[in-house]
C-alpha cells in the first residue's frame, strides 16, 4: 500500500534527497536514515520532549512529525547546533552546573532551552521552568537545569548591557 | 510505537482536497499540524489509509481584520496566534488563553482550524471560539458556508461539519473599548488538559455587566456555556458578593462527567472556584 | 468508570425484554456494531467498531448475562480487546418496570478501560460511554418501533435455505436482507453503514434512521465444523486417555 514518497531536505547544514515511507516520523529519519542519534525516543506521543528538533526555525516534537512533512525545509539536530551559539553556551553551563545525568533528556532540554534564550530573553526562574515543562527529566529533579539556563541568560544581558554602556 | 502504514498527498488545491475527501471517504485523514492526529496514529488508536496534508494551502494561513472580523485562518499555529498583534489588540482572550495550549513545541506545529475542528472540549481554541461568539469558515463540495459557534460543537469530537467539508478559517468580533474578558484553567501540570478551564467575556459599561458569555472547558463532551449563570451577571455591577453568589449558582446549573482522575464534585468545586477567582481578579 | 442512566420507552415491557434479547435489534443499536452471534441464550459474541474522534477500534467482546428475570432485567458481564487501542471489561445492571403506558428501563454500569485508551483516553471516556449509550438507546427505540412489522419478514428470510447447516445462523447475517429497503448489495452497505455511523455523533437528537451493519461473512458453517473437529479429537484423547490407563492399570 504504502508507496516511497521523495523528499528532499537541509539537516545540519546538508542537503538530502530520500525517499521515505510516510509514517516515518522525522526523529526516526534523522536516527534511523541519517544516522544523527543525538535526538532521543521517548513516548511517542508529544509529552515527553526528548525528541525535540528544529524544523524551519522553530522547536517541535520529532515524534509528532512525519519526515513528509519536512520536505523542501531544513532541520537542526543537536549535532549540528554544538558548535558554536546558544547551544554551545547552555552545553557549558549545563556541565557546570551538573544539569545531567543519564543525558537522555538533554538534547531535547537544549533544544527548548535554545528558544527561550532566543524568544525570551528577559525571562525569570518562574518563566523559564515553565517553558522547559513539556521535558521529562527522570534523574537531576530539575534545579540544575533552570540554574544552567539562568545563568546562560543572566550571562547575555550581561553581555548586552556591556555592551550598551556608554564607552 | 510507530503507526500504522498510510499514503500520503499534499494537494495545491482546496478543491483536489474536497475531491479526495469525497473520493476516499472516513479512509482519509485531514492532516494540518497533526499534533492530535499523529498521537492517535502513533498509539495506533486509527488507522487511516491516506493522510491528505492542507499544509500546502497558503490561503489558509495568516491573520487579518476583514469587514469587521478578525479572521484567523486554519493553519495559523498557536503560536502565530500567541505572539500576533493584531490578536493582541482584537481578541486578547485568545493571546491570554495561548501560553496554556501544551508546551511550546506542540504550540510550534498545531494550528488553529485543527483545534476548533477535532473540538475536544477541554481544549482552548473551541471554548475561545464560543466565548467570542465567533464563526467558522467551512469550504466543501457545495461552496464555502459559515457557522456560528453556538451551532458548531455538536457532541464528543463532533462539529458541524459535513464529511467533505474543510474549515478554512475562524472569524472572531472585533473588541470593543467596553470588552472585558479573562481566561484560566486549573490543571495538575503546567499544558496538560484542563481539569476545568475558563473563558469568560462580555462588556462593561460603568460598572454595569451586558452580553457576558462563560465558557467551561472539561467538565462536559463540548466546551459548555453556563447560560443560567451568565444571565445572573448581565445587568449587575460586580462585587465580592456576586462573585459568591453566581460561583454557587455554576454549581448549581452545571452536572460535569468525570475523568480518571477527578470526580464530578471535585469537577463542579473547581468551576465554581475558577468563577470566582477570575470574576475577582477582573474586578482589579 | 460508572455511567447510570434511565429512560422511558414507549413500548410494552414484554416487547422491551425481547428487544434486548434480540441479536437483530441489538446489532442495529450498537452504534458501530458489525456482527452479533449468539453463542447460548445467555452468551453472545460481538464485533463493534468504536468511532470517536479521530479513534477508529474495532472491539471483538463477549457478554454473558446472568440474575435473569425474564421481562424485569438482568446482569450483563462484557469483556472486549481492541487490539492494540486497549481493552474493556465490566457489567451492567438492567431493570424494567412499567410506567404510564410504556416501559421505564434503568441501567448502570461500571467498566474499566485498559491500554493505550484507558491512559489516553480516559478523560473522555466517561463522556464516550455516555455519547455511545445515548445513540444506542435512540436506535433500540427506533428499533423497537421498527420491529413489530418486521416480525413477519425476518420469519421469512430465516426459513429460507439461505445459509447451509447454520445451527447458529448469526441473526445478523439475516437482518439486513429483510430490513434494508431493496438495492443495494453489501459492499454499498457497508458504505451506508459507514456514512450513517459517521453522521450518528454529529445529530442531537435521535433520529428515525439506525444503523445498519454490513452483512457479515457466514462464519457459522466453518465454524461449526471446527467445533466438530475439537470435539472429535477431544472425544478421541479421551478414549486414547482411557485405554492408556487401562494399560498401565494392569
Known amino acids: ?167 | ?284 | 468508570m460508572e455511567l447510570n442512566g434511565s429512560l422511558w420507552i414507549g413500548a410494552p415491557r414484554p416487547k422491551v425484554w425481547d428487544g434486548l434479547n434480540d441479536a437483530e435489534i441489538l446489532v442495529r443499536s450498537i452504534p458501530g456494531c458489525e456482527s452479533m452471534e449468539v453463542i447460548s441464550p445467555t452468551e453472545r459474541a460481538a464485533r463493534v467498531m468504536v468511532k470517536v474522534g479521530p479513534v477508529r477500534a474495532r472491539f471483538t467482546g463477549h457478554v454473558h448475562m446472568e440474575d435473569i428475570r425474564p421481562g424485569e432485567g438482568c446482569t450483563l458481564h462484557f469483556e472486549g480487546s481492541g487490539g492494540p487501542a486497549g481493552m474493556a471489561k465490566g457489567h451492567s445492571a438492567v431493570k424494567l418496570t412499567d410506567e404510564e403506558g410504556g416501559t421505564r428501563l434503568q441501567y448502570t454500569v461500571q467498566a474499566s478501560v485498559g491500554g493505550k485508551l484507558g491512559q489516553v483516553g480516559g478523560r473522555m471516556i466517561d463522556a464516550a460511554a455516555k455519547q455511545m449509550a445515548d445513540q444506542f438507546f435512540a436506535a433500540f427505540n427506533a428499533a423497537l418501533v421498527e420491529a413489530q412489522p418486521e416480525a413477519q419478514a425476518v420469519q421469512a428470510a430465516q426459513e429460507a435455505p439461505a445459509q447451509p447447516a447454520a445451527t447458529q445462523a448469526t441473526a445478523a447475517e439475516v437482518a439486513p436482507a429483510s430490513a434494508v429497503p431493496p438495492g443495494p448489495t453489501a459492499p454499498t452497505l457497508a458504505t451506508e453503514a459507514n456514512a450513517s455511523a459517521l453522521s450518528v455523533p454529529a445529530v442531537a437528537a435521535p433520529s428515525p434512521r439506525v444503523v445498519r451493519p454490513p452483512a457479515p461473512p457466514a462464519p457459522a458453517p466453518v465454524g461449526e465444523g471446527v467445533r466438530v473437529l475439537w470435539f472429535a479429537l477431544g472425544a478421541l484423547s479421551t478414549g486414547f486417555g482411557v485405554w492408556i490407563a487401562s494399560l498401565l492399570s494392569r
Open chain 2, 1 to 284: 510505537m510507530k503507526a500504522a502504514a498510510f499514503d500520503y498527498v499534499k494537494p495545491r488545491s482546496i478543491d483536489q482536497v474536497i475531491a479526495l475527501l469525497q473520493q476516499h471517504g472516513d479512509d482519509a485523514r485531514l492532516l494540518a499540524g497533526g499534533q492530535s492526529l499523529l498521537a492517535s496514529l502513533n498509539m495506533r488508536l486509527s488507522e487511516p489509509r491516506l493522510l491528505v496534508d492542507i499544509g500546502g494551502l497558503d490561503a489558509l494561513r495568516g491573520i487579518s481584520v476583514q469587514g469587521g472580523q478578525l479572521r484567523i485562518g486554519a493553519l495559523t499555529t498557536h503560536t502565530e496566534i500567541e505572539g500576533s498583534a493584531l490578536v493582541a489588540q482584537h481578541a486578547p482572550l485568545l493571546s491570554a488563553a495561548a501560553p496554556h495550549i501544551a508546551h511550546r513545541a506542540i504550540r510550534n506545529a498545531g494550528t488553529w482550524g485543527g483545534s476548533i475542528a477535532h473540538a475536544d472540549a477541554a481544549a482552548e481554541w473551541p471554548a475561545c471560539l464560543l466565548a467570542l461568539g465567533g464563526t467558522v469558515v467551512a469550504h466543501g463540495p457545495k461552496g464555502e458556508r459559515r457557522i456560528a459557534a453556538d451551532d458548531f460543537f455538536q457532541g464528543l469530537y463532533a462539529t458541524a461539519l459535513e464529511p467533505e467539508e474543510v474549515l478554512v478559517a475562524g472569524e472572531l468580533p472585533l473588541a470593543m473599548p467596553v470588552s472585558w474578558y479573562a481566561f484560566g484553567e486549573l490543571a495538575r501540570r503546567r499544558g496538560d488538559y484542563a481539569i476545568v478551564g475558563m473563558a469568560l467575556t462580555g462588556r462593561r459599561s460603568a460598572g454595569v455587566l451586558a452580553d457576558t458569555r462563560i465558557v467551561l472547558m472539561g467538565v462536559d463532551s463540548t466546551p459548555l456555556r453556563a447560560r443560567k449563570t451568565e444571565a445572573l451577571l448581565n445587568g449587575q455591577v460586580l462585587d465580592e458578593a456576586l462573585a459568591a453568589a453566581v460561583a454557587a449558582s455554576l454549581r448549581a446549573e452545571i452536572d460535569p462527567l468525570p475523568d480518571l482522575t477527578n470526580t464530578p464534585e471535585t469537577k463542579r468545586h473547581l468551576a465554581g472556584v475558577l468563577l470566582q477567582r477570575l470574576l475577582n481578579s477582573a474586578r482589579a
Open chain 1, 1 to 167: 500500500m504504502a508507496d516511497l514518497y521523495p523528499i528532499r531536505l537541509t539537516v545540519n547544514g546538508q542537503t538530502h534527497q530520500c525517499s521515505v515511507e510516510p509514517r516515518t516520523h522525522l526523529v526516526d529519519f534523522v536516527r534511523e536514515t541519517l544516522g544523527l542519534k543525538g535526538s532521543h525516543l521517548g513516548c511517542e506521543h508529544g509529552v515527553c520532549g526528548a525528541c525535540t528538533v528544529e524544523l524551519n526555525g522553530h522547536s517541535v516534537r520529532g515524534c509528532l512529525t512525519l519526515a513528509v512533512q519536512a520536505d523542501g525545509g531544513t532541520v537542526n539536530t543537536i549535532e549540528g547546533l554544538s558548535r558554536a551559539g546558544v547551544i554551545r553556551d547552555l552545553q557549558a553551563a549545563f556541565v557546570q552546573h551538573n544539569a545531567l545525568q543519564c543525558g537522555f533528556c538533554t538534547s531535547g532540554m537544549l533544544m527548548a532551552a535554545k528558544e527561550l534564550v532566543e524568544q525570551r530573553p528577559d525571562a525569570n526562574r518562574a518563566e523559564v521552568r515553565e517553558w522547559i515543562s513539556g521535558n521529562y527529566c527522570r534523574c537531576t529533579g530539575y534545579h540544575a537545569i533552570v540554574d544552567a539556563i539562568c545563568e546562560v541568560l543572566q550571562q547575555r544581558k550581561a553581555a548586552a548591557s556591556l555592551m550598551e554602556a556608554p564607552a
